[in-house]
């Protein structure tokens, strides 16, 4: 690499950048190259101060939905670090669902929550608890859930598509034709934001955004464990 000058490979060719992001002093930058075998992959430069770089490579997965194409960056760890939507022009209409996140570095892991300020999107509130073979409808396809489960083996079935399994902080998450994997310290609690296309599932400081029409009802059902559910109606935002 040639940091005095512009960043370069030792290999391959850079092909598409996708930003720079400042995240607790640290500048992070996103970007496809073609390697030694012309195939394409996602790279990773951090830096402090533009004169020392660290290097890592992930992988660039693109994943088919209705809705459109998933292309996420993960890092050698298998943990997903950025994702966009590539929407077809039949879908340009429908939003994605992408978050304010408060993003924490904590031992070069980039850990993910949500921003704090989403609070002031809750409008009604009701609590329930939920033992294994029992759901609970929410304030339909647009609502806020935050579930607490009492073992470290569980799992639970969002709307009709979307499965979670947790087995000691090991998550495995399936929807359709996709399945990601990861891990999480802090796994017993799951936070849910849902609107009318997506779903965005926040774990232990990991996320996970998914492109998925919802029903009117939208229903959270304990496939196995016992949880409790604080389920948000949310207000609507209008965009000017």
Same mark, same amino acid.
């Given at each position: 690499?040639?940091?005095?000058?512009?960043?370069?490979?030792?290999?391959?060719?850079?092909?598409?950048?996708?930003?720079?992001?400042?995240?607790?002093?640290?500048?992070?930058?996103?970007?496809?190259?073609?390697?030694?075998?012309?195939?394409?992959?996602?790279?990773?430069?951090?830096?402090?101060?533009?004169?020392?770089?660290?290097?890592?490579?992930?992988?660039?997965?693109?994943?088919?939905?209705?809705?459109?194409?998933?292309?996420?960056?993960?890092? #050698? =760890?298998?943990?997903? *670090?950025?994702?966009? *939507?590539?929407?077809?022009?039949?879908?340009?209409?429908?939003?994605?669902?992408? *978050?304010?996140?408060?993003?924490?570095? =904590?031992?070069?892991?980039? *850990?993910?929550?949500?921003?704090? =300020?989403?609070? @002031? +999107?809750? @409008?009604?509130?009701?609590?329930?608890?939920?033992?294994?073979?029992?759901?609970?409808? #929410? !304030?339909?396809?647009?609502?806020?859930?935050?579930?607490?489960?009492?073992?470290?083996?569980?799992?639970?079935?969002?709307?009709?598509?979307?499965? +979670?399994?947790?087995?000691?902080?090991?998550?495995?998450?399936?929807?359709?034709?996709?399945?990601?994997?990861?891990?999480?310290?802090?796994?017993? #609690?799951?936070?849910? !934001?849902?609107?009318?296309?997506?779903?965005?599932?926040?774990?232990?400081?990991?996320?996970?955004?998914?492109?998925?029409?919802?029903? @009117?009802?939208? #229903?959270?059902?304990?496939?196995?464990? =016992?949880?409790?559910?604080?389920?948000?109606?949310?207000?609507?935002?209008?965009?000017?």
């Amino acid at each position: 690499m040639n940091q005095k000058i512009h960043l370069s490979l030792n290999y391959g060719e850079i092909i598409d950048l996708y930003g720079l992001s400042l995240i607790d002093g640290v500048y992070h930058i996103f970007f496809l190259y073609k390697n030694e075998r012309q195939m394409k992959q996602w790279g990773h430069f951090s830096t402090k101060d533009f004169l020392e770089y660290k290097f890592t490579t992930g992988r660039a997965d693109i994943i088919g939905y209705k809705t459109g194409n998933t292309h996420f960056f993960a890092n #050698t =760890n298998g943990e997903m *670090l950025m994702m966009e *939507l590539i929407k077809p022009p039949s879908q340009s209409r429908r939003s994605f669902f992408s *978050l304010p996140k408060k993003v924490v570095v =904590n031992h070069e892991e980039m *850990l993910e929550y949500p921003a704090p =300020n989403l609070h @002031e +999107l809750r @409008e009604y509130k009701r609590t329930v608890q939920l033992h294994e073979g029992e759901s609970a409808d #929410t !304030f339909g396809s647009v609502f806020e859930a935050v579930m607490t489960f009492s073992e470290d083996i569980y799992s639970l079935c969002l709307g009709n598509s979307i499965l +979670l399994k947790c087995h000691n902080g090991d998550f495995t998450v399936e929807h359709d034709n996709f399945k990601q994997s990861f891990n999480a310290e802090d796994f017993k #609690t799951i936070h849910l !934001f849902s609107d009318t296309a997506s779903v965005e599932i926040f774990v232990g400081g990991r996320v996970l955004s998914l492109p998925v029409i919802q029903d @009117e009802k939208g #229903t959270v059902r304990i496939l196995s464990g =016992n949880c409790r559910a604080d389920i948000y109606k949310l207000k609507s935002i209008i965009i000017k």
